[in-house]
């Protein structure tokens, strides 16, 4: 629990940033369910509830962009305290999770005085930042992640298109066979959007992508396969009912795609299979194609 405290003192830190220094910003607390998550290792499905803090804050020079995640799964996706290798177990509850990440895009025009603008790009930004992991499963994932590169911003009406491209390198631990792993250097294709339209009631189209590279051998000795993750939402505008000002509360489904989770290759293994054989649920990594419900509140 040590790494989740750490975590959550993170969080504290980066919810006490000043917005008084930024041009703009925009900050929400939001909410997600689903019963259709997986995790690598599990048979089936996972109910998991998702409480978020995220904020994005504009200044003279580009934008920083900041995302918490804390996640607390159900029984059948126990907490590290299962001595039945990982799986569902008798009184012992489902684990937590918490999950940062850390973005800041300079603006290359404004750091240069130039124009940079050409055909449907806006702006050209050079993006860098870190992803934290801490969850206390079998698995016992402790993510620490830096990236870099490139990324364009597209001209949109009534919202926003970013594309980028860099590499970034990982260190991560595997509970199960208790390794630190280191691994190599990896090309990242991002992008995020979000788009606001009117259809009787003020709605956005948003979401963000990303596609991992290879990033060498895994911690059980097994090389890693190019990972596809993302979420997207369609968000409707309830501001109006509660008394607030547009934009202040919404609530839509969600929708969450994770191919080769971790750079593990999709495997559905038999539920029959002993993990301490080798040839268990831990070789299970299903594709996770899971329906959420959302919400978020903007202040």
Do not use: C
């Amino acid at each position: 629990m040590k790494k989740l405290t750490l975590a959550a003192l993170g969080i504290i830190a980066l919810a006490a940033l000043p917005a008084s220094a930024a041009n703009w910003s925009d900050t929400f607390v939001g909410y997600q369910y689903s019963n259709q998550f997986r995790d690598p290792g599990l048979v089936g499905t996972q109910v998991k509830n998702r409480l978020e803090l995220s904020g994005v804050y504009g200044w003279d020079y580009g934008t920083n962009f900041f995302d918490v995640n804390m996640l607390s799964a159900s029984k059948s996706s126990p907490a590290s305290n299962s001595t039945n290798q990982g799986q569902p177990q008798a009184g012992v509850p489902g684990n937590t999770e918490v999950y940062v990440v850390y973005r800041s895009s300079f603006d290359l025009g404004k750091i240069f005085k130039t124009n940079m603008k050409f055909g449907p790009v806006r702006e050209v930004d050079f993006t860098v930042g870190f992803d934290f992991d801490s969850q206390d499963n079998y698995f016992a994932s402790n993510k620490k992640l830096m990236i870099a590169g490139p990324q364009v911003g597209f001209d949109i009406k009534n919202g926003f298109w970013n594309l980028g491209i860099g590499g970034a390198r990982e260190a991560n631990y595997n509970g199960v066979v208790q390794k630190e792993v280191l691994f190599k250097t990896q090309y990242v294709v991002w992008t995020s959007w979000g788009k606001h339209f009117d259809i009787g009631i003020p709605a956005e189209f948003k979401g963000w992508m990303n596609y991992v590279g290879p990033k060498g051998k895994d911690g059980f000795g097994v090389e890693t396969k190019a990972e596809t993750v993302g979420d997207m939402y369609l968000m409707f505008d309830f501001s109006g009912i509660f008394g607030r000002k547009h934009g202040a509360f919404l609530i839509g489904p969600g929708f969450e795609y994770w191919n080769n989770k971790f750079g593990g290759v999709n495997f559905s293994a038999p539920a029959a299979f002993d993990p301490r054989t080798g040839k268990g649920p831990w070789n299970n990594n299903e594709r996770t194609t899971a329906l959420m419900l959302a919400a978020e509140f903007h202040f």
